[in-house]
């Protein structure tokens, strides 16, 4: 008989009346199964969710801890899909949710988010502004690196120096910012900044503002290696890049050491080599698995599934700075009555993902959403009038795409989009290509492509990350006027209704304008034997965190166990 697993609800419905409502919930992101199979959450029918199930919210408390009686593993094996090519952030490679579970795990920022918008302490203790253009840190005097250098001011201090020495890096753009900073004594940083910034302290609790060892550099500054000496709970042991990382527990660790002694994340591209290594026993974990395969491991009794409904839809993105037909209003309009996001839904992720609930692709859980889009829905006959009076004139259209749920969308985008007479080509890359091809550059020749936009609980995190020119994660290329201009009021504006008024006016902006169309929301699931804990999820996969992993091989199937 199968075990007992309590449902984590992904019903939208739910999660607009109950989450967006306060400024924050939490619930408990261990073991949980994939939303019930009902009327109700099938892409027919506005997602409400069968009864009994629980929404999850975004959650950044640490996971419980294993037993008493618990048999620990010393070591677990982790398969990741996309690539670790780099562990610096300072290096333009450095970007993928696999990438910064390994920040997390290696290094320490001065802050830690730990609800939408809520902080807490990391290497900083204390932290005070009065104008959010000037920022004191109070640090902790009691940590060490990897090396055995006792942590400084100092090393915040260079830290921002040398990252903003690397522009087009992902820590560059969150040490931009900065005008100035200095050790006011050694554990005491101030920081001021070329303008007021009001979510500077989430900045600096992003791992991409991982805190770095100078003297590592100075050992070796041509080596990207110097990169991965951290205060974190886990060494980097042994890296081969695009294929694994080795760590070793950080038995010094300011925080106690983590109950699993070592960690090897694979990365694994092949979806059937995934399958078989979770099935062998080869591996404990596997992200990003595909429906069927998620499907398959929910019904087998031997393993886990975590699940979590990602803040970050799903999309058919434009290059925002790309040719006529790509900035044509009813080109883009042809392209959202053409499609039928319910059928895409189902072909891309089964029932491990929901349609859009209204016609905005901001995040369900980020601040200030404004509800009530009205949703573009299907109609064939409008679509072709809108592209009858578009420039489009019959050329092909290259839809660039990464990851099988992205693929199976694009594949069926191709289809319905030739219903009306566009003509769709496809090309399909891993991750790291995709990224190298989606950095921010006004005269990239791209076109159109499926991927899921980034989106995060904080709004101005959120715009600056995903809209702001210039940085690397400007997946859409985009650059426009009013929305930088109303980013920047919104870094400057501290009152709550007027905060909310520009994060509106944006929203109404982006609806109008059509950067972007969602197509889905994801369920992320991962895969894991019996007696896995300690992860924390996170609506916003980048948040996810393994620092205190487990492995209790008591509860595992004897052909499991190690």
Same mark, same amino acid.
């Given at each position: 008989?199968?075990?007992n697993?309590?449902?984590?609800?992904?019903?939208?419905?739910?999660?607009?009346s109950?989450?967006?409502?306060?400024?924050?919930?939490?619930?408990d992101s261990g073991?949980?199964?994939a939303p019930?199979a009902?009327?109700d959450s099938?892409?027919?029918?506005?997602?409400?969710?069968?009864?009994?199930?629980?929404a999850i919210?975004?959650?950044?408390a640490?996971?419980?801890?294993?037993?008493?009686?618990?048999?620990?593993?010393?070591?677990?094996d982790?398969?990741?899909?996309?690539?670790?090519?780099?562990?610096?952030?300072t290096?333009?490679?450095?970007?993928g949710?696999?990438?910064t579970?390994?920040?997390?795990?290696v290094?320490d920022?001065?802050l830690?988010?730990?609800?939408p918008?809520?902080?807490?302490?990391q290497?900083?203790?204390?932290?005070e502004t009065?104008?959010?253009q000037?920022?004191?840190?109070?640090?902790?005097?009691?940590v060490?690196?990897?090396?055995?250098?006792?942590?400084?001011?100092?090393?915040?201090?260079?830290?921002?120096e040398i990252s903003?020495?690397?522009?087009?890096?992902?820590?560059?753009s969150?040490?931009?910012?900065?005008d100035?900073?200095?050790?006011v004594?050694t554990y005491?940083?101030?920081?001021?900044l070329?303008?007021?910034?009001?979510?500077?302290f989430f900045?600096v609790?992003?791992?991409h503002?991982?805190?770095l060892?100078?003297?590592?550099?100075?050992?070796?500054?041509?080596?990207?290696?110097?990169?991965?000496?951290g205060?974190?709970?886990y060494?980097a042991?042994?890296?081969?890049?695009n294929?694994f990382?080795?760590l070793?527990?950080?038995?010094?660790?300011?925080g106690?050491?983590s109950p699993?002694?070592?960690?090897?994340l694979w990365t694994?591209p092949?979806?059937?080599?995934?399958?078989?290594m979770?099935?062998?026993g080869?591996a404990?974990?596997?992200?990003?698995?595909?429906p069927?395969?998620?499907?398959?491991?929910?019904?087998d009794?031997?393993?886990?599934?975590?699940?979590?409904l990602?803040?970050a839809?799903?999309?058919?993105?434009?290059?925002n700075?790309?040719?006529?037909?790509?900035m044509d209003q009813?080109?883009?309009?042809?392209v959202?009555?053409?499609?039928?996001?319910?059928?895409?839904?189902?072909?891309?992720s089964?029932?491990?993902?929901f349609?859009?609930?209204d016609?905005?692709f901001w995040?369900?859980?980020t601040q200030?959403?404004?509800n009530?889009?009205?949703k573009?829905?299907q109609?064939i006959?409008?679509a072709?009038?809108?592209?009858?009076?578009?420039?489009?004139?019959?050329?092909?259209i290259?839809?660039?795409?990464s990851? *099988?749920? $992205?693929?199976r969308?694009? /594949?069926l985008?191709?289809e319905? @989009?030739?219903? !009306?007479? +566009?003509?769709?080509s &496809?090309?399909?890359t891993?991750?790291?290509g995709?990224?190298?091809?989606?950095?921010?550059?006004?005269?990239?020749?791209?076109?159109?492509?499926?991927?899921a936009i980034?989106?995060?609980?904080?709004?101005?995190?959120?715009?600056?990350?995903s809209?702001?020119?210039?940085?690397?994660?400007?997946?859409?290329?985009?650059?426009?006027?009013?929305?930088?201009?109303?980013?920047q009021?919104l870094?400057?504006?501290?009152e709550?209704?007027?905060?909310? *008024?520009? $994060?509106?006016?944006?929203? /109404?902006?982006?609806?109008?304008? @059509?950067?972007a !169309?969602? +197509?889905?929301?994801? &369920?992320?699931?991962?895969?894991?034997?019996?007696?896995?804990g300690?992860?924390?999820l996170?609506?916003?996969?980048?948040?996810y965190?393994?620092?205190?992993?487990?492995?209790?091989?008591?509860?595992?199937s004897e052909?499991?166990?190690p």
């Amino acid at each position: 008989m199968k075990k007992n697993r309590r449902l984590i609800a992904l019903a939208l419905v739910i999660i607009m009346s109950m989450l967006l409502a306060t400024a924050c919930g939490s619930t408990d992101s261990g073991s949980g199964t994939a939303p019930a199979a009902s009327p109700d959450s099938s892409p027919d029918a506005t997602p409400s969710g069968p009864s009994g199930v629980e929404a999850i919210s975004y959650n950044l408390a640490p996971p419980p801890l294993p037993a008493a009686d618990a048999n620990l593993a010393d070591h677990i094996d982790i398969i990741v899909d996309t690539q670790i090519t780099v562990l610096n952030p300072t290096l333009a490679g450095a970007t993928g949710a696999p990438v910064t579970w390994a920040f997390i795990l290696v290094h320490d920022k001065l802050l830690e988010q730990v609800g939408p918008t809520e902080l807490g302490p990391q290497l900083a203790t204390s932290w005070e502004t009065d104008d959010y253009q000037t920022f004191t840190f109070h640090l902790r005097d009691d940590v060490y690196w990897h090396n055995g250098d006792h942590f400084t001011a100092e090393d915040v201090v260079w830290t921002a120096e040398i990252s903003k020495e690397h522009q087009g890096s992902p820590a560059y753009s969150r040490w931009v910012w900065v005008d100035t900073i200095r050790a006011v004594d050694t554990y005491v940083l101030e920081i001021v900044l070329t303008e007021v910034f009001i979510d500077f302290f989430f900045e600096v609790a992003n791992p991409h503002s991982s805190i770095l060892n100078k003297r590592a550099y100075e050992l070796n500054p041509d080596d990207p290696s110097w990169g991965y000496v951290g205060t974190g709970p886990y060494k980097a042991a042994e890296f081969e890049t695009n294929n694994f990382l080795r760590l070793e527990r950080n038995d010094d660790y300011w925080g106690g050491p983590s109950p699993t002694r070592s960690l090897t994340l694979w990365t694994i591209p092949e979806m059937s080599t995934r399958t078989v290594m979770l099935q062998t026993g080869s591996a404990q974990i596997s992200f990003s698995l595909t429906p069927e395969d998620l499907d398959m491991f929910y019904e087998d009794d031997n393993f886990e599934i975590f699940t979590v409904l990602a803040n970050a839809p799903s999309v058919i993105g434009f290059n925002n700075q790309g040719d006529s037909i790509m900035m044509d209003q009813n080109f883009r309009l042809a392209v959202a009555h053409a499609i039928n996001t319910a059928d895409i839904t189902t072909v891309s992720s089964g029932r491990w993902a929901f349609p859009p609930f209204d016609g905005s692709f901001w995040g369900y859980e980020t601040q200030f959403r404004l509800n009530g889009f009205e949703k573009r829905e299907q109609d064939i006959e409008l679509a072709k009038e809108y592209l009858e009076n578009s420039v489009y004139n019959g050329e092909t259209i290259e839809i660039i795409t990464s990851g *099988a749920a $992205a693929i199976r969308a694009s /594949e069926l985008i191709q289809e319905q @989009l030739n219903e !009306i007479g +566009i003509n769709i080509s &496809i090309e399909q890359t891993d991750m790291a290509g995709f990224t190298a091809s989606h950095m921010y550059d006004p005269e990239s020749p791209r076109q159109m492509h499926v991927f899921a936009i980034g989106a995060q609980p904080v709004a101005l995190a959120t715009m600056r990350t995903s809209f702001f020119p210039d940085i690397h994660t400007n997946r859409l290329n985009y650059n426009d006027n009013f929305v930088t201009g109303r980013i920047q009021e919104l870094s400057s504006t501290p009152e709550p209704t007027a905060r909310e *008024a520009i $994060a509106h006016s944006i929203q /109404e902006h982006f609806y109008e304008t @059509l950067p972007a !169309i969602p +197509i889905f929301w994801r &369920i992320n699931g991962l895969a894991a034997v019996n007696g896995i804990g300690g992860i924390r999820l996170s609506t916003n996969s980048f948040d996810y965190c393994m620092r205190n992993i487990f492995w209790d091989t008591n509860a595992a199937s004897e052909s499991l166990r190690p």
